[in-house]
């Protein structure tokens, strides 16, 4: 299943070597998100910045939600406003925007996903 995901926080480290600096990240995330049982669900992306003068390090926080949850989410408040406003109880679930929404999704996720795939994959052979 998908997970939408935004940044949350950022914070850069340095140090004497690129692999101090990365050690730095890691530990302050370690420490502080890592560790924290409510914050389990937080994920971590180490970015390297090579235009410094010292060696750096962007640890980026995202957080996510689950496609099926914000799908479930989005169904019971649709079925739900149509009782309200409609005599039939009967929702038409095929007239649905999101499946169509969803398709698109799926369609560009796959596309990239083979990319990807393809260029690891000769990158490997290479």
């Not at 009782?83 to 369609?107: G, L, S």
Request: charged share 30%; hydrophobic share 35%.
């Amino acid at each position: 299943m998908a997970k939408y995901s935004d940044t949350v926080y950022q914070l850069s480290f340095t140090g004497k070597t690129m692999k101090d600096a990365y050690l730095k990240a890691c530990k302050w995330y370690a420490s502080n998100v890592l560790s924290k049982d409510e914050l389990q669900d937080v994920q971590v992306e180490y970015i390297k910045c090579t235009n410094k003068q010292l060696p750096t390090i962007t640890a980026r926080l995202f957080t996510s939600v689950e496609e099926a949850d914000i799908k479930a989410t989005h169904c019971a408040i649709c079925k739900e406003t149509h009782k309200a406003f409609f005599i039939n109880e009967n929702c038409n679930c095929a007239w649905c925007n999101t499946d169509a929404f969803d398709r698109r999704i799926r369609e560009q996720l796959n596309i990239k996903r083979s990319f990807v795939k393809s260029k690891i994959e000769r990158s490997i052979y290479d």
